[in-house]
């Protein structure tokens, strides 16, 4: 489950980037490995198109941006913060 924090701040708009450090993601309901210590950085403004034959993989990346899912481990921060603590 994902947790909205009471004391999350409101991003209103991406000025340095995005980060994940090595995120793994499990599905919850079997615990099949989605990702599996993925690191990337996005600069604010940069476009990236995310490829790959493993759709499923592709969208697990995708559904944690907007906390649809947190990682299993791993850390994603916007702007050098933490995910968990905006909104």
Same mark, same amino acid.
């Given at each position: 489950d =994902?947790?909205?924090?009471?004391? !999350?701040?409101?991003?209103?708009? +991406?000025?340095?980037?995005? *980060?994940? /450090?090595?995120?793994? &993601?499990?599905?919850?309901?079997?615990?099949?490995?989605?990702?599996?210590? =993925?690191s990337?950085?996005?600069? !604010?403004?940069?476009?990236?198109g +995310?490829?790959?034959?493993? *759709?499923? /993989?592709?969208?697990a &990346?995708?559904?944690?941006?907007?906390?649809?899912?947190?990682?299993?481990?791993?850390?994603?921060?916007?702007?050098?913060?933490?995910?968990?603590?905006?909104?």
């Amino acid at each position: 489950d =994902v947790v909205t924090y009471p004391e !999350a701040d409101f991003v209103p708009g +991406i000025t340095r980037g995005i *980060e994940f /450090s090595d995120v793994t &993601l499990r599905d919850p309901s079997e615990g099949t490995v989605l990702l599996d210590r =993925v690191s990337l950085k996005i600069r !604010a403004g940069q476009k990236v198109g +995310i490829v790959g034959a493993d *759709e499923i /993989s592709k969208l697990a &990346l995708i559904t944690l941006l907007p906390r649809w899912a947190d990682p299993t481990a791993g850390e994603i921060k916007i702007d050098g913060r933490s995910l968990k603590w905006l909104t």
